[in-house]
């Protein structure tokens, strides 16, 4: 009799003091329950919230539904999506995510706790996670994956763009190992190093002839240096993770030789005080091979301080004599790229650099150097 009061009073409330709302009508809460379930089965949360009550929500209510039923819906999920988890707890046995949208247990397939930000502190924020696989009454997600992600990308939004005269991106290659066609070496992800407190690497790759600037001689001694390099091509093992980029020691080098070129010949053009005393220095280089050409005879040299190549002109009768190793020379001009204009019938000089939203696509000027004794 007492249940039967209260439900009638219930129902009566729910009639009269909560506007639209109506109790359902069910012989027994066994039936009441089985009926509710068959009728929200496909329903999201925020749906079924709305049905069962159909009263009018406020946003802040709203909002939270669509983050837990949008985002968090564990019915859609399926390995490589990403979803934002509220770490609760971080134990030596493994991460506690705050998991109520999820009836599955959500396992990070990283343990957080091996690493000093995470040791001490709680994220405060959700985490961005990827979804890695599906068991049974199991999710497993991964914490640095969506990092990876981000840095991945980077890398294909900038290898085309490293060259900024302004803020070049260069990679920092550590400990590097020689092996049969090059070296191998790990890339510091920023991002996940800043985040958990210890430095994390990508592996990657830098062919034999891209070491230095031209052909090396001495390959053991890069073993275990550090290399800053350009990244020029990135590749994911098919079915997996494992991320390894291909770098240019070389492609850096030269950057950085084109922008004393360009240097170089400004002071040039204007005659002033660093072109006179750029013409007396005396630097180390190395003869790196030699042009014989109807046009042009000379012997190519390499100045790796400067991270420049220029040329030598020499005699045609003993361009031959010059082997290589090593020599010192002064800088005495710079040889431009010349073309026929047919507009005025004469060949003109060509701009000297080409720069294109900061970038440098081109040099056309090279150094025209003397052998000193």
């Given at each position: 009799m007492i249940v039967n009061k209260a439900t009638a009073k219930y129902q009566k409330l729910g009639k009269e003091g909560i506007k639209g709302f109506e109790w359902p009508d069910s012989r027994s809460d066994i039936a009441r329950i089985q009926e509710s379930t068959e009728m929200f089965r496909n329903l999201s949360i925020e749906e079924a919230f709305a049905h069962a009550y159909r009263d009018e929500m406020n946003k802040t209510t709203i909002s939270r539904l669509r983050e837990i039923s949008g985002k968090n819906e564990c019915r859609s999920l399926k390995p490589g999506d990403v979803i934002e988890l509220q770490v609760k707890d971080i134990t030596k046995k493994g991460v506690i995510f705050e998991q109520n949208a999820y009836k599955e247990t959500i396992i990070s397939t990283i343990n957080l706790y091996q690493y000093p930000t995470?040791?001490?502190?709680?994220?405060?924020?959700?985490?961005?996670?990827?979804?890695?696989?599906?068991?049974?009454?199991?999710?497993?997600?991964?914490?640095?994956?969506?990092?990876?992600?981000?840095?991945?990308?980077?890398?294909?939004?900038?290898?085309?763009?490293?060259?900024?005269?302004?803020?070049?991106?260069?990679?920092?290659?550590?400990?590097?190992?020689?092996?049969?066609?090059?070296?191998?070496?790990?890339?510091?992800?920023?991002?996940?190093?800043?985040?958990?407190?210890?430095?994390?690497?990508?592996?990657?790759?830098?062919?034999?002839?891209?070491?230095?600037?031209?052909?090396?001689?001495?390959?053991?001694?890069?073993?275990?240096?550090?290399?800053?390099?350009?990244?020029?091509?990135?590749?994911?093992?098919?079915?997996?993770?494992?991320?390894?980029?291909?770098?240019?020691?070389?492609?850096?080098?030269?950057?950085?030789?084109?922008?004393?070129?360009?240097?170089?010949?400004?002071?040039?053009?204007?005659?002033?005080?660093?072109?006179k005393e750029a013409q007396e220095k005396v630097h180390e280089g190395n003869i790196t091979g030699i042009c014989n050409t109807r046009s042009k005879t000379g012997v190519f040299v390499e100045i790796p301080s400067m991270g420049i190549t220029g040329m030598v002109p020499v005699h045609p009768e003993v361009i031959n004599t010059y082997k290589p190793g090593p020599v010192k020379v002064k800088i005495t001009g710079f040889d431009e790229l010349m073309k026929f204009n047919k507009e005025v019938d004469q060949m003109q000089h060509v701009e000297p650099w080409k720069i294109e939203n900061d970038v440098l696509k081109r040099i056309n000027v090279k150094c025209v150097l003397e052998f000193v004794k």
């Amino acid at each position: 009799m007492i249940v039967n009061k209260a439900t009638a009073k219930y129902q009566k409330l729910g009639k009269e003091g909560i506007k639209g709302f109506e109790w359902p009508d069910s012989r027994s809460d066994i039936a009441r329950i089985q009926e509710s379930t068959e009728m929200f089965r496909n329903l999201s949360i925020e749906e079924a919230f709305a049905h069962a009550y159909r009263d009018e929500m406020n946003k802040t209510t709203i909002s939270r539904l669509r983050e837990i039923s949008g985002k968090n819906e564990c019915r859609s999920l399926k390995p490589g999506d990403v979803i934002e988890l509220q770490v609760k707890d971080i134990t030596k046995k493994g991460v506690i995510f705050e998991q109520n949208a999820y009836k599955e247990t959500i396992i990070s397939t990283i343990n957080l706790y091996q690493y000093p930000t995470f040791r001490n502190f709680l994220p405060k924020e959700p985490l961005r996670c990827k979804v890695m696989s599906l068991d049974v009454n199991k999710i497993y997600v991964d914490p640095f994956q969506p990092l990876i992600d981000d840095f991945i990308k980077e890398i294909q939004n900038t290898i085309d763009n490293q060259a900024n005269i302004n803020k070049p991106i260069v990679t920092r290659i550590t400990d590097l190992q020689h092996m049969r066609s090059g070296y191998i070496g790990n890339i510091r992800v920023p991002a996940i190093s800043d985040l958990c407190g210890k430095d994390m690497y990508m592996q990657a790759f830098i062919p034999g002839s891209q070491i230095t600037l031209n052909i090396a001689d001495d390959f053991t001694k890069w073993d275990g240096k550090d290399v800053d390099t350009f990244i020029t091509n990135l590749s994911i093992r098919p079915g997996t993770t494992d991320v390894t980029v291909a770098c240019s020691a070389k492609e850096y080098l030269r950057f950085l030789g084109n922008l004393n070129i360009i240097q170089l010949f400004k002071d040039y053009c204007e005659g002033n005080k660093a072109w006179k005393e750029a013409q007396e220095k005396v630097h180390e280089g190395n003869i790196t091979g030699i042009c014989n050409t109807r046009s042009k005879t000379g012997v190519f040299v390499e100045i790796p301080s400067m991270g420049i190549t220029g040329m030598v002109p020499v005699h045609p009768e003993v361009i031959n004599t010059y082997k290589p190793g090593p020599v010192k020379v002064k800088i005495t001009g710079f040889d431009e790229l010349m073309k026929f204009n047919k507009e005025v019938d004469q060949m003109q000089h060509v701009e000297p650099w080409k720069i294109e939203n900061d970038v440098l696509k081109r040099i056309n000027v090279k150094c025209v150097l003397e052998f000193v004794k």
